[in-house]
Structure formats: structure tokens, C-alpha cells
């Protein structure tokens, strides 16, 4: 398994009225060994089985200290950071 990043986003939205769904953050390819749940339900973050995270799914706004601590590695950060919606994070508490 390679480390090397390979950065998407795939954003779907309601046909009508153009509200986010869900967004889909793929850092790096592999094969999902394990999903682990975050913000109830509203973020997933999918690894292989070397812990390495391969993608981050939004399912509803979550706040953006819940993306940095599922997108640990500092170019993951960034990269999630600069794409994920304004929409889809919640200030902090």
C-alpha cells in the first residue's frame, strides 16, 4: 500500500434545490478495511488496514475539529480543509 495522496471530492446535491447531501473526500486509493463513525453519524472515515485513511464521507455538517482529527496527516488536512463545503461545517461549540 502506498502513502502517496491521491486527492478527489465528489459532492452530490438535491436536483431541485441544489442543497449538499453528502460529500465524499477520497485521499488516497486502497481497500476499505475499516469505517469508523464520527459526529453521530454524520461523517465516516474509511481506512485500510494499516490504519492509513483513505477517504472521509459527510453525510450532514459536522464541525471542522471532527475533519482534523479524521484527516490527521497535514496534507490530508489541508486538502479537506480547502474543499469540504462552508455548508457542510458547524462552528465550534
Known amino acids: 500500500m502506498s502513502n502517496k495522496f ?9 436536483d431541485n434545490t441544489g442543497e ?4 465524499n473526500i477520497r485521499i488516497r486509493k486502497g481497500k476499505v ?9 454524520f461523517a ?6 494499516n490504519g ?7 453525510l ?11 484527516a490527521a496527516q497535514p496534507d490530508a488536512k489541508r486538502f479537506v480543509r480547502s474543499v469540504v463545503p462552508p ?3 458547524l ?3
Do not use: W
Open 6 to 14: 491521491s486527492f478527489q471530492i465528489t459532492v452530490e446535491t438535491h
Open 20 to 23: 449538499i447531501l453528502s460529500v
Open 33 to 41: 478495511a475499516k469505517t469508523k463513525e464520527y459526529a453521530d453519524g
Open 44 to 49: 465516516f472515515g474509511d481506512y485500510d488496514r
Open 52 to 58: 492509513n485513511l483513505l477517504a472521509i464521507e459527510l
Open 60 to 70: 450532514g455538517p459536522c464541525e471542522a475539529k471532527i475533519l482534523d482529527k479524521i
Open 87 to 89: 455548508a457542510m461545517l
Open 91 to 93: 462552528e465550534a461549540a
